[in-house]
């Protein structure tokens, strides 16, 4: 294949790649940007094959050089290292908007869709969403899951919605989000916010913290919410259903294997608070179809005593 | 002084205390006067003891017994509330408890009746407001209602006076027995002795003393829950709008005289070494500690934590009850709620002492084990326990049977007459 064709192509993919890769590691999980990078990397491969084709004679050089010895043990002891993950591999990981602390996997399947989040080897924990009769999989609903501590401060969003405008449809999850991250600069600044004190210890923004409390004598207390909204789903009542929260609370002193996901009502803004707050309302008559968007969520928590 | 030189004031000590108590308020803001009523109460016997012949004797106005008595009063029988403290409401009004709940449960009332009428009147009359039960609290609690509890005890008076209820404030049993057609049961009080014949009583002392007293089986725990005394140090604050301070009184025991004395002497003296250490004014004090617990029967029927937890319904249940279980230890309380859509039932059964007839309890000493107990002592529930009681006393009494033996749909047809919600069908 003609040289410079090839030679562009190699650039212009890796462009592509390297764009995802960096917006993949910054940014939340997106399903376009993890495709566009793991598909271009394909096509990638592929060019490379040509690229190498036209480039036989320098290369095997170059194999013959002593920098092939260099540059194989630099990139095994770089694969090696982030491959074991010590502590300073984990920090940087850490600063990755959707690997997270690196110890997170979401999937979504034909059933519906699965979380893990790992924060320590002994500790596992699985939300299991089974997706019910209203869902349909070609016009799927817009849904979040977050962690919330003992004062309902959000933690952590273990998934967050793909609609860009999702203040309209998941209105709760997007209201936690906004005390959380004014709380987080409040934190910050040294200003005492409910989220880090109050009667149960709340001293922390980090979900491993409620899951993995260091003093067994004072578990962290924490709950995990789903919200959920099919936009414009209309029912008897209404031209657009609600969106619906489930929620589950996890106690660290008294751990249960199972737990399943409760549904607490729907979000509705209270406008005579000063600033408005969006509170939880039980669900009424105006609900049919909305209540069929999820058959059940299951919490999985699977934990070997930690080696002492 | 002898009996009978307190003659007239005995006569008339339910128009003072009913009339004396917001009297004094009024006095202390304007120039207002009252006039105490002069009324007879009760037949006069020779030995200088009061005579009173009831259908039915409610022994204690807290707040089980208020609501008992007004319903027995309500559905036509004769009624005499005996009380050993100086108001109605209990640990509601003397403890300080003002904040009773739980009247719903996800999104629904499900306790409802005498109990939620004066709670929401006494709401009504103050201005305040009441929760939206539509809304989900984010701690069951939250729903409770923040009553001013002054007002709750005048209006308990009120509608005591309308349902023609006799009221005795401090007085007690100091025995009892069973005579030919009911009870026969000799109270006391500074100054007054009296004689009460009447055909059913209903128990509503907190710690079931007249069943202990009549000889029938209870149960205590080694160890009780702590008392609490509350009180309020800084500012100025509005009644029953803001929470008091309290503090655990550990041992606290209300089984009698001495150990109440005992409770509110180590309540009082923490309270002022508390003032002394933060330097602060004492706002606010409650005459009384608080128990939240003491003896529970040994009824018919024990509610056990895994009936409450699941919700079970009994076959002969009369009554809802709401709460987490909520026991309170020396390392404070860890409240654990119930599931969604759990609302636990009360059995008449629980209410009524293992072979007993002519007698019934309502409130916390109701037969539970302690963890239940812990869920089921909160108000609302005793609220709803003490209508049910008042209706199965005057039914009782009025087809000369015992509770037990109503017929279950007698009870709650006229409970559903009385506004209150039966369970299963709320
Ligand atoms: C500190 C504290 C906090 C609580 N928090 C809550 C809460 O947040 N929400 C809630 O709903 N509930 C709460 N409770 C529980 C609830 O207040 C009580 O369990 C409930 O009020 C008990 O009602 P009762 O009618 O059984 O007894 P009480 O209300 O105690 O009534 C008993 C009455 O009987 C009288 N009496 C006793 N012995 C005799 C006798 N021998 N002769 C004549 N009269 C007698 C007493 O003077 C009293 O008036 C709390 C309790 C305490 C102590």
Not at chain 1, 228 to 253: C, F, K, R, T, W
Not at chain 2, 160 to 187: S, T
Not at chain 2, 198 to 219: H, P, W
Not at chain 2, 272 to 280: G, I, M, Q
Request: glycine share 8%.
């Amino acid at each position: 294949m003609r040289r410079s064709f090839v030679s562009l192509m190699t650039a212009m993919t890796f462009l592509v790649i390297a764009v995802t890769g960096v917006l993949a590691f910054v940014r939340p999980f997106s399903m376009t940007i993890v495709g566009l990078h793991a598909l271009m990397g394909f096509v990638f491969i592929g060019v490379v094959g040509f690229h190498l084709a036209n480039n036989l004679r320098p290369l095997k050089r170059y194999l013959r050089s002593k920098w092939m010895w260099i540059n194989l043990a630099v990139t095994a002891a770089l694969t090696t290292a982030i491959a074991l993950q010590p502590q300073p591999v984990k920090a940087l990981l850490g600063l990755s908007g959707n690997l997270g602390p690196a110890l997170d996997r979401f999937e979504l399947h034909d059933e519906g869709l699965t979380y893990q989040y790992t924060p320590a080897p002994h500790y596992k924990l699985t939300l299991s969403v089974r997706m019910g009769d209203a869902f349909d999989p070609a016009d799927p609903p817009e849904f979040a899951i977050w962690i919330e501590n003992s004062s309902f401060y959000h933690i952590k969003t273990l998934h967050r919605p793909e609609a860009a405008d999702n203040e309209a449809s998941l209105p709760y999850w997007s209201f936690k989000v906004k005390e959380y991250e004014k709380a987080k600069l409040a934190a910050a600044a040294g200003v005492d916010v409910d989220a880090i004190s109050g009667a149960t210890k709340n001293s922390s923004f980090d979900p491993a913290d409620y899951m993995l409390p260091v003093d067994p004598e004072e578990p962290m207390p924490y709950r995990i919410l789903v919200e959920i909204n099919q936009p414009g789903d209309a029912s008897e009542a209404v031209d657009d259903q609600p969106s619906l929260i489930y929620s589950v609370e996890v106690d660290n002193s008294d751990p249960h294997a199972f737990q399943l996901l409760d549904l607490i009502g729907y979000p509705q803004l209270e406008e005579d608070e000063q600033p408005p707050q969006w509170a939880i309302y039980y669900v009424d008559q105006r609900f049919d179809s909305a209540l069929e968007l999820i058959d059940s969520a299951l919490l999985t928590i699977d934990r070997d005593k930690p080696a002492d | 002084m002898k009996p009978h030189d307190a003659q007239p004031d005995r006569r008339n000590f339910l128009q003072h205390s009913l009339l004396g108590t917001a009297g004094a308020g009024m006095a202390l803001a304007s120039t207002s006067h009252v006039t105490v009523a002069a009324e007879t109460q009760g037949e006069e016997s020779p030995d200088a003891t009061i005579t009173n012949r009831v259908d039915v004797l409610v022994v204690g106005g807290g707040t089980a017994g208020t609501i008992a008595a007004i319903q027995a009063g309500r559905a036509g029988a004769k009624t005499m509330l005996v009380e050993r403290g100086s108001q109605l409401g209990g640990t509601m009004t003397t403890g300080g408890v003002a904040f009773p709940g739980l009247f719903d449960a996800w999104g629904k009332q499900v306790i409802a009746g005498i109990g939620w009428e004066l709670v929401r009147e006494s709401v009504e009359l103050d201005g305040g407001q009441l929760p939206n039960f539509a809304k989900v609290p984010q701690r069951h609690w939250q729903n409770q209602v923040y009553t001013n509890q002054f007002l709750y005890a005048i209006l308990a008076e009120e509608k005591c006076h309308e349902a023609g209820v006799e009221l005795a404030y401090y007085e007690f049993p100091q025995a009892a027995k069973r005579v030919a057609d009911g009870w026969q049961v000799d109270c006391v009080g500074f100054g007054t002795q009296r004689r009460i014949l009447c055909k059913q009583i209903i128990d509503c002392t907190g710690g079931a003393e007249v069943v202990g007293m009549l000889g029938f089986d209870r149960l205590r725990e080694e160890v009780r829950q702590p008392g609490s005394m509350l009180f309020k140090i800084g500012e100025e604050h509005q009644p029953g709008r803001e929470q008091v301070h309290r503090l655990y009184v550990h041992g606290a025991d209300s089984s009698n005289s001495r150990t109440v004395t005992q409770a509110n002497l180590t309540g009082r003296r923490s309270v002022l070494a508390k003032v002394r250490a933060e330097k602060k004014r004492l706002m606010h004090l409650q005459p009384e500690t608080g128990f939240r617990e003491s003896y529970r029967i040994v009824g018919e029927t024990m509610v056990t934590v895994n009936d409450y937890t699941s919700g079970r319904q009994f076959d002969d249940a009369i009554s809802n009850a709401f709460y987490p279980v909520d026991l309170h230890t020396k390392t404070g309380v860890r409240p654990k709620p119930l599931k969604p859509g759990t609302v636990p039932t009360i059995p008449l059964g629980a209410l009524i002492p293992k072979g007993s007839r002519d007698l019934i309890v309502a409130g916390r000493c109701l037969c539970s084990d302690q963890l239940a107990n812990s869920g089921l002592r909160v108000q609302a529930s005793c609220m709803g326990m003490g209508q049910a009681a008042g209706v199965a006393a005057s039914l009782a009494a009025q087809t000369g049977t015992t509770p037990m033996e109503v017929p279950l749909a007698e009870i709650h047809k006229v409970l559903r007459e009385h506004g209150a919600i039966i369970p299963g069908k709320a």
